[in-house]
């Protein structure tokens, strides 16, 4: 899978993608990027330096960091990023991803290319960082050599003048000179800073593996936004699992469930993309929730109507 616009060159998309992280009194806790208009890819550890936390101490959704994009013409030097969520390290280079949430898209930036590619070996890539000991922005160009442990493949050095990865590296995209995409995240590199130094990326492959929301996200999944979700959003929709639960209890025991509440909470979505499916799964696939606009009709004269998920008024529970 490739999402993003490949029309542009490789300093195109990078300029209007990569993030730099801020951290405690000035200083950078790292990179990152655009994956769409209001979302960023970043290492979990980086958020964790920026926050001044230990990287071991969970951090909550709603943190808020600063972030810039430092290469986008005309975009705004600091801008306020909200953390959407936030995997661990985890043994054996597994984990450590965050996604931050932006309040809207920022002028002059957009979503860098990835690509979710098996190919990680003998592959000419470049990285941008904001290494603390230096000035403003240092690439780095380097060959992918392989898979390595976990989730992480091997980024080496392209050749003696090339800047060693360092700590304003992390969280940065790895872009892939061949397919025009970004794919990995880099994570680590070796303490020593000499020709045989060896780093490592997250690859984008094992990132979406577990960040499955934003995997649909990417993919296009359609989301119908103010209209009612039904049983072919199922799974996109989320956030109702106890109301699910204790209206698929209630079905078990009587013949109908009254769903009360204002116009717009999610009455109509509740029952046929929440209910709808789990409904079906408990062995009743002749028993569907449904709504005055959404009503299966019969198939046969003698089938038996199906029990209704009535939609009430408001005021209730």
Known sequence: MVSGDKALNADEALHAAV?????????????????????????????????????????????????????????????????????????????????????????????????????????????????????????????????SAGDWIQLSRADSRTAHITAGYSGSPVWDERCGAAVGIVVASQRKRDDAQQSFAISVKAALGKLPDLDRELAGEPCPGIDTFEERHEEIFFGRDPEIGEAVAELELRQAVTLFGPSGCGRSSLALAGVGQPDRALGRPDRRPSVARHRRPRTGPHEEEPAPLRLGPAGGR
């Open 19 to 147: 993030v730099r992280i801020g951290g405690a009194n000035g200083t950078v806790a790292g990179g990152g990027f655009l994956v769409t208009a209001e979302r960023v890819l970043t290492c979990a550890h980086g958020v964790s330096d920026a926050l001044g936390r230990a990287r071991d101490l969970p951090v909550a959704a709603g943190a808020e960091v600063l972030i810039g994009f430092p290469l986008a013409d005309g975009a705004a030097e600091r801008v306020v990023a909200e953390v959407g969520q936030w995997i661990p390290e985890e043994p054996q280079q597994h984990g450590d991803l965050a996604v931050l949430r932006l309040r809207g898209a920022v002028p002059g930036t957009r979503p860098l290319p990835i690509a979710a590619s098996d190919e990680v070996s003998h592959r000419p890539v470049r990285v941008v960082g904001f290494p603390d000991d230096e000035l403003g922005v240092v690439w780095h160009r380097g060959e992918l050599r392989g898979k």
